[in-house]
């Protein structure tokens, strides 16, 4: 019901910052939770961000929370990760995800995007 696209990836010094978006396909865009995701060599996929249908609530990582940002603007069917204060370990591959609240897992995932944090 809904393809996601990732765009904004690339190569950053320790300190920098970064802007991810999602732009999501469908006629229902606002009726889903969206959510990032990333997922570093060796490591399991893990939650970054998530976001509610209307934007007024967000969910954050522990290792992210006070240095990345999760918004949308429904209108134009585009969920946004501003990064801040960038640090090596956040080196991974970052997915975009939808899911509606009624289910427990995302269902709709993007091609990823490659975030590198050199130090």
């Known amino acids: 019901q809904v393809q996601l696209v990732e765009s904004g990836g690339g190569s950053v010094q320790a300190g920098g910052s970064l802007r991810l978006s999602c732009a999501a396909s469908g006629r229902t865009f606002s009726s889903y939770v969206m959510g990032w995701f990333r997922q570093a060599p060796g490591k399991e996929r893990e939650f970054v961000a998530a976001?509610?249908?209307?934007?007024?609530?967000?969910n954050y990582a522990d290792s992210v929370k006070g240095r990345f940002t999760i918004s949308r603007e429904n209108a134009k069917n585009t969920v946004y990760l501003e990064m801040n204060s960038l640090k090596p370990e956040d080196t991974a591959v970052y997915y975009c995800?939808?899911?509606?609240?009624?289910?427990?897992?995302?269902?709709?995932w993007g091609q990823g995007t490659q975030v590198t944090v050199s130090s």
């Open positions: 995800a939808a899911t509606l609240p009624t289910r427990s897992d995302y269902d709709y």
């Open positions: 976001i509610n249908r209307s934007g007024g609530s967000t």
